[in-house]
Nanobody, 126 residues
Framework: QVQVEESGGGSVQSGGSLRLSCAASAYPHTAYITGWFRQAPGKEREGVAVLDSYGFANYAEFAQGRFTISQDNAKKMVYLQMNNLKPEDTAIYFC????????????????????WGKGTLVIISS
């Protein structure tokens, strides 16, 4: 069983930055994908950014140009750097991982994830 734990959430003003961290106890497979997702109050969960073990990333339109996903394979850590944050970015952010066989193209935000963290709360005030 893979354990996933997020950290780094908090409250910042609009225009500020946060870096979320995700620690995995193990990777689910030699080929895998990790991603960040979020759920705002009253809304469905949505994909933010994903990154596969081949280094290919994909971002939601709202995240492009503001958010960056990265990973440290040796530490089994995944990060989400969020800049120029807006009040509409307020949500619980979840990290997840799963087995994934990439095709050399940016992975889909809808890729199946097998293991999920409990989330970290991000609040952006105007």
């Amino acid at each position: 069983q893979v354990q996933v734990e997020e950290s780094g959430g908090g409250s910042v003003q609009s225009g500020g930055s946060l870096r979320l961290s995700c620690a995995a106890s193990a990777y689910p497979h030699t080929a895998y994908i990790t991603g960040w997702f979020r759920q705002a109050p009253g809304k469905e969960r949505e994909g933010v950014a994903v990154l596969d073990s081949y280094g290919f990333a994909n971002y939601a339109e709202f995240a492009q140009g503001r958010f960056t996903i990265s990973q440290d394979n040796a530490k089994k850590m995944v990060y989400l750097q969020m800049n120029n944050l807006k009040p509409e970015d307020t949500a619980i952010y979840f990290c997840a991982t799963g087995a994934f066989y990439g095709s050399g193209a940016p992975p889909p935000l809808t890729a199946e994830m097998d293991y999920w963290g409990k989330g970290t709360l991000v609040i952006i005030s105007s």
